[in-house]
């Protein structure tokens, strides 16, 4: 596909469980995002990855929230002990390069019950 | 990151051109003004950015003021489908090159 890709869609799940969420990014790009965007707000900035690494994590907010993006492609955001308020949209965005635009996918829309 | 301010909303006539303005006053030399905007149920959208140049692309136009302490993003025939929430973002050259949204403007075009 050409833009980036994000699975599932809609992730419903019960308090204290353990999720998944996944991003496939545009190929070739070397730098992907993710955010959480609750509603009404503007997206949240968590955790940068340039290649394999995770340069800067400074916005996850706990140690329930983890990523891992281990052959420098697809992410993987893991959310352990899941709370009512991890509720949002979890979006996903790749670019070229760190200081190039950067592109979004739709997003999955979790909701903890 | 310089922080910005917008107006929370805006309305538009179809057919004319949508002029959103951005404060960022305390921008440092370093700092880019980003414009992205977010569709319902989208992800956001980047549109387009600058340094202290008006610049101009097929989706909009922006035009930096010569303190650079303002912008306006002009949508020049804003159509229905120009509804969305527009973010402006002033961005650091960093190591990790993050961006850091705020409350945005929503801007709503009426036919």
């Known amino acids: 596909g050409a833009g980036v890709s994000q699975t599932p869609s809609n992730k419903v799940t019960e308090k204290g469980k353990y999720v998944e969420l996944r991003c496939d990014p545009i190929?070739?790009?070397?730098?992907l995002y993710w955010y959480r965007q609750s509603l009404g707000q503007g997206p949240e900035f968590l955790i940068y990855f340039q290649g394999t690494g995770a340069a800067d994590d400074s916005g996850l907010p706990n140690d329930r929230f983890f990523a891992v993006r281990p052959e420098g492609s697809v992410s993987t955001l893991k959310i352990q002990r899941t709370e009512r308020g991890d509720s949002a949209v979890y979006l996903c965005a790749s670019s070229p390069g760190r200081n190039t635009e950067a592109f979004f996918g739709q997003g999955t829309r979790l909701t903890v019950v | 990151d310089a922080k910005t301010t917008q107006p929370p909303s805006m309305d538009c006539a179809e057919g004319r051109a949508a002029n959103l303005p951005c404060n960022h006053s305390?921008?440092?030399?370093?700092?880019?003004v980003y414009w992205y905007r977010q569709i319902h149920s989208q992800g956001p959208q980047y549109i387009i950015h600058g340094l202290k140049n008006n610049e101009t692309n097929e989706m909009a136009s922006l035009i930096i003021t010569e303190d650079r302490k303002s912008s306006t993003l002009i949508l020049p025939h804003a159509t229905l489908r120009d509804t969305a929430v527009y973010y402006c973002i002033v961005r650091v050259v960093s190591n990790t090159g993050k961006l850091i949204f705020g409350q945005g403007t929503t801007l709503q075009v009426k036919p």
């Open positions: 305390t921008i440092s030399g370093n700092e880019y």
């Open positions: 190929s070739g790009h070397t730098a």
